[in-house]
């Protein structure tokens, strides 16, 4: 049985009072001794800040295991639920407190999964955030391989503060637009 | 001061309306604020891995049952047609998914949102918010009691209007299955002039945005009912391996 799928529609400009919560976008507290910061600016055709785009970070924990555990909208401080939340402020600048995911594989490429909601623009979109430090994965990725260069670029993350911090800017459009994925979904 | 009017618009969604599938269109002039804001790319097919076909998981620490009912939020009864909106989540091979986070948020009766830049000089209603969550049910079922929301003007072009709408923000059981959109009421005389609904140029995809009157969902002598279920598209690990076995046998 295939049933027809409910179609997206934007996320708009009010869900700023609705979608994000408290820590939402705090996976781990700043204070965690591996914790880094995971920021960058959304930005349109234009160049401009995006201040009403909404993201959310999928991912493994540093062990490259899925985490299965509550607690993503009631954070205790613990519990690492490798699930979050940011919006983008006036600037359309975002930022999240996590941990380096593990790869998946021994060898494997290690990458954030991002999902991006904004005003404007009509269903979400998918992307990976690859980390930096890992040519020989990175060289071997199946999907980072069928990208050209310029392509592949707009999936990695730069180190900043000696590690402490990922940059990754997302470009809906334009010169260096983030290339956005699809799993086989109708679209 | 916006000078675009509503024929114009109405014009260029017409020509924009080519046949399309199931998905609204990214790019689609008539709703302006898509023009800087759609990738211009194709996008790249991506085979998942597994944090691709997987979804948090979502429990009783995280949502109160009551957060279920937007009418009870404040000291007093909300203004508006009270109403429960109740359905199923389901995946496109018809399983439920159960216990996994829906959210929803809404204009008040008189189509005003409690946002800061909500302008719209309608009044604010002290005892509506108009935000809600719950968690499916075993069955996948998700049930949320509200009132019925104004359609409210919005300037993408001079007097355009929103048919009333709530938005909806559903996880399935997958990365790739994550949904955001929005439901309507049906026979909405606003539907025609819309570029946000009409930018699913697919007439029945549209259509399965819009709820049914249900008189099994009311409430005897308390509340009006809507049903709308929601298929999410996409991969999850059941489906995935199921489609893996397929081209093996290929
Ligand atoms: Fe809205």
Redesign the interface.
């Known amino acids: 049985?295939?049933?027809?799928?409910?179609?997206?529609?934007?996320?708009?400009?009010?869900?700023?009072?609705?979608?994000p919560f408290e820590r939402d976008s705090e996976l781990v507290p700043a204070s965690h001794p591996r914790a880094v910061r995971l920021h960058g600016h959304v930005l349109?055709?234009?160049g401009?800040p995006?201040p009403d785009a909404l993201l959310?970070l999928?991912?493994?924990d540093e062990d490259g295991m899925?985490?299965?555990?509550?607690?993503?909208?009631?954070r205790d401080g613990y519990t690492f639920?490798?699930?979050g939340r940011a919006s983008t402020d006036r600037a359309g600048h975002y930022q999240l407190v996590t941990l380096r995911?593990g790869a998946?594989e021994p060898g494997g490429a290690a990458f954030f999964?991002l999902?991006v909601?904004?005003?404007?623009?009509?269903?979400?979109?998918?992307t990976?955030i690859y980390l930096p430090g890992q040519d020989d994965a990175l060289a071997a990725d199946?999907?980072l391989g069928?990208?050209d260069d310029r392509?592949r670029a707009t999936l990695l993350a730069h180190d900043e503060d000696g590690g402490a911090s990922l940059r990754f800017d997302v470009r809906?459009?334009?010169s260096g637009?983030?290339?956005?994925?699809?799993?086989?979904?109708?679209? | 001061m916006n000078l675009i009017t509503q024929d114009e618009i109405s014009a260029e969604i017409a020509a924009a309306s080519t046949p399309g599938g199931p998905q609204p269109r990214l790019d689609f002039g008539p709703y302006r604020s898509s023009l800087l804001r759609h990738p211009t790319k194709d996008l790249r097919h991506a085979d998942p891995e597994t944090i691709e076909l997987v979804s948090p998981v979502f429990g009783p620490q995280d949502v109160d049952p009551l957060e279920a009912d937007l009418t009870i939020q404040h000291g007093g009864e909300p203004i508006g047609e009270r109403m429960v909106v109740t359905g199923r989540v389901l995946d496109g091979d018809g399983r439920p998914v159960p216990h996994q986070l829906v959210e929803v948020w809404q204009a008040n009766a008189a189509g005003r949102y409690i946002h800061q830049r909500d302008q719209h000089p309608a009044p604010i209603d002290p005892h509506f918010t108009g935000v809600g969550r719950c968690l499916t049910d075993a069955d996948g079922t998700y049930a949320f009691t509200t009132i019925k929301p104004g359609p409210y003007p919005w300037k993408n072009h001079r007097n355009a209007w929103r048919p009333a709408h709530i938005h909806f923000s559903v996880f399935g059981r997958a990365f790739t299955q994550r949904l955001v959109t929005q439901m309507y009421f049906p026979g909405d005389p606003l539907f025609a002039l819309d570029p946000i609904y009409q930018a699913i140029t697919d007439e029945a995809a549209r259509d399965r945005l819009v709820a049914t009157y249900d008189h099994e969902v009311t409430r005897p002598e308390w509340s009006t009912g809507y049903r709308w279920d929601i298929v999410l598209d996409g991969a999850d690990a059941v489906r995935f391996e199921a489609h893996l076995d397929e081209e093996d046998d290929a």
């Open positions: 049985m295939s049933l027809p799928p409910t179609p997206g529609q934007t996320v708009g400009p009010f869900f700023g009072y609705a979608l349109d055709g234009a401009d995006v959310e999928w991912q493994l899925v985490v299965q555990a509550h607690g993503s909208l009631h639920t490798g699930w995911p998946e999964s999902v909601f904004a005003r404007g623009l009509l269903d979400r979109l998918h990976r199946p999907l069928t990208l392509d809906l459009q334009g637009e983030t290339a956005f994925l699809r799993y086989g979904r109708s679209s």
